[in-house]
């Protein structure tokens, strides 16, 4: 899909609230999931070259610090060891995936907790974050298109 379409998409998708319908959401909600655990995977083995295909070109992260990095940036950093992981363990009762759209047009939405011990662009990060990320179905493969992490303060 051109990214102009996915610009205009998202946030049709999103403001609409277009659901996939139910029966047609729980295969399109275990492959995102799947897709989320690969990646999860690759994060914390710094695997760059599958990380490189999990983020789409034009990615966006925002990172616990509130600094938006680009998808070169965010390479970069794990490629020098700036953004590196001691712990990175989401909380599966906390995961929600939403998918919006229809047949190849689809995005989903994920948001968990995440517990984290590392770095992140060369700063120490540890506890708990929000995390949200969209992912869009691109050649039958999903990529990442933006993600944020906020942390969680107090109880």
């Known amino acids: 899909m051109p ?4 610009a205009f998409l998202l946030p049709a998708f999103l403001l609409l609230g277009v659901p ?8 399109l909600v275990e492959q995102v999931r799947s897709a989320i655990r690969q ?6 083995r710094l695997d760059v ?14 990172n616990p610090r ?3 990095v680009t998808r070169e940036e965010r390479l970069a950093n794990v490629r020098s060891g700036r ?6 363990a989401p909380v599966p009762r906390e995961e929600r995936i939403r998918t919006y759209g229809s047949n190849k047009d689809v995005v989903a939405v994920h948001t968990t907790l995440l517990t984290i011990g590392g770095r992140y662009s060369g700063h120490g990060e540890q506890g708990q974050n929000r995390a949200i990320a969209i992912w869009i179905n691109r050649d039958g493969h999903w990529q990442q298109v933006a993600s944020q992490l906020t942390p969680v303060l107090g109880p």
């Open 39 to 44: 990646y999860d995977a690759a994060l914390r």
């Open 20 to 27: 996939v319908r139910a029966e047609a959401q729980q295969p």
């Open 66 to 68: 509130g600094q938006r």
């Open 83 to 88: 953004t590196a992981f001691d712990s990175l």
């Open 49 to 62: 070259p599958a990380l490189e295909r999990f983020w789409a070109p034009e990615y966006s992260f925002v």
């Open 3 to 6: 990214t102009s379409r996915v």
